[in-house]
């Protein structure tokens, strides 16, 4: 065990527990797509874990960027009053 942990432990401050770490490793790797569809029965380290979840986390942000690019620029070109235009609206309410 760490010296941190220990020390943490022997001054009772509340820190998480190493099986609420596991509990909520587990719980990311059934949310993320790459980890969740792997076909194999060995366990994955938290570690890559944690890793898959920040690459999985910046693809959804670029994912978004370019949904708000493409809608952007969807809404410049279409005619304000279309029905194209009114059903932009209406999805973004």
Same mark, same amino acid.
């Given at each position: 065990?760490?010296?941190?942990?220990?020390?943490?432990?022997?001054?009772?401050?509340?820190?998480?527990? +190493?099986?609420?770490?596991?509990?909520?490793?587990?719980?990311?790797?059934?949310?993320?797509? +790459?980890?969740?569809?792997?076909?194999?029965?060995?366990?994955?380290?938290?570690?890559?874990?944690?890793? +898959?979840?920040?690459?999985?986390?910046?693809?959804?942000?670029?994912?978004?960027?370019?949904?708000?690019?493409?809608?952007? +620029?969807?809404?410049?070109?279409?005619?304000?009053?279309?029905?194209?235009?009114?059903?932009?609206?209406?999805?973004?309410?």
């Amino acid at each position: 065990m760490s010296s941190r942990r220990s020390r943490s432990r022997q001054s009772g401050n509340s820190r998480i527990t +190493e099986d609420q770490i596991a509990d909520l490793v587990s719980k990311l790797q059934q949310l993320i797509p +790459e980890i969740r569809n792997r076909r194999s029965d060995k366990q994955v380290s938290a570690s890559k874990v944690l890793q +898959e979840t920040c690459n999985y986390i910046r693809s959804l942000h670029r994912e978004v960027d370019d949904l708000s690019q493409r809608l952007s +620029e969807l809404l410049a070109s279409s005619d304000t009053d279309s029905d194209q235009a009114a059903i932009i609206r209406s999805l973004l309410m």
